[in-house]
């Protein structure tokens, strides 16, 4: 079909907008890449925007250099793979059974798992669970309690109900039982929605650190976004020191904040082209019905 005008105008004013807020995405990280890659005179004087001055790669070679920041990534690339492998079991044994149209109960335990969306005990009561169940500073504190995403659930769940009962009917009359159907059909028909689901649970367990602030004192079992904390937390502290006249005080340079947030970023950055063929299908299945 022929495009009229108004339709194409349309069309570039919504790329337009499109490209200005990708910008608004986007700057920031390259401001940050350009202050890692500057050498301490510019950064002083304010010269950096957006491009690197005086290119150096010492904050670089700090950060990799940095035993400590080495094996927190480490961790947190253990922690990330273990708890998305273990979010994405428990999620489909919830979400299986509640999108069977037989399963009884499962209107009553849907809307149990709806209202913890909206309603939160909250921090103290969260972290006095942790402690009488003797997890505190220890690695499953940072996996069990938020092992199951509510959202992410309902996500799944609508997606397993969405496949034809038909299909589900002659996987009957051929002698498949629950589980060999979930393993065999129900599965490979939702690789997009199990997709998306890894890939929020990746994030969110590679972005979060307050667990760990809360539940963790030794620093081995520090994750990344932990570490970066207590840096830019350091910096504050040091920076006020040095306001106060006391010598002794060194203030963490820029460069080297920098370098930490990007050395932090990156890794996870590169998981989205692997699945980006599956994201925004999966999302689109998820949200079709309720």
């Known amino acids: 079909?022929?495009?009229t005008i108004a339709e194409r105008l349309a069309d570039g004013v919504i790329m337009a907008l499109i490209g200005i807020f990708s910008l608004f995405c986007v700057l920031p990280m390259v401001h940050m890449l350009a202050l890692s890659?500057?050498?301490?005179?510019?950064?002083m004087s304010g010269e950096v925007t957006l491009w690197p001055v005086d290119w150096t790669w010492g904050a670089y070679q700090s950060v990799?250099?940095?035993a400590h920041m080495i094996r927190s990534l480490l961790f947190t690339i253990m922690l990330v793979a273990l708890y998305t492998a273990i979010a994405m079991v428990m999620t489909i044994m919830a979400a299986y059974p509640l999108s069977r149209r037989h399963f009884r109960g499962k209107h009553l335990m849907f809307g149990l798992i709806v209202v913890t969306m909206f309603f939160s005990p909250g921090i103290i009561p969260n972290y006095l669970l942790v402690k009488e169940l003797s997890l505190l500073n220890s690695f499953w504190s940072l996996v069990l309690p938020i092992a199951i995403n509510a959202f992410l659930l309902i996500i799944l769940k609508t997606s397993f109900s969405q496949i034809p009962s038909e299909l589900e009917d002659s996987a009957w009359m051929d002698g498949c039982g629950h589980f060999r159907f979930l393993l065999r059909i129900v599965l490979p028909l939702s690789l997009p929605v199990l997709a998306t689901i890894g890939l929020y649970s990746a994030v969110d367990r590679w972005n979060m650190f307050q667990d760990a602030l809360f539940y963790i004192n030794d620093q081995k079992l520090?994750?990344?976004?932990?570490?970066?904390y207590e840096m830019v937390i350091n910096s504050q502290v040091n920076d006020a020191t040095a306001q106060e006249g006391f010598n002794s005080a060194t203030p963490i340079p820029q460069s080297l904040q920098a370098a930490s947030i990007m050395f932090a970023t990156v890794p996870i950055l590169l998981v989205y082209p692997w699945l980006q063929r599956y994201f925004i299908s999966g999302m689109l299945v998820g949200a079709v019905k309720g």
């Open 222 to 228: 520090y994750p990344i976004q932990l570490r970066l």
């Open 37 to 43: 890659l500057s050498g301490n005179r510019a950064l």
């Open 1 to 3: 079909m022929k495009r």
């Open 64 to 66: 990799l250099g940095d």
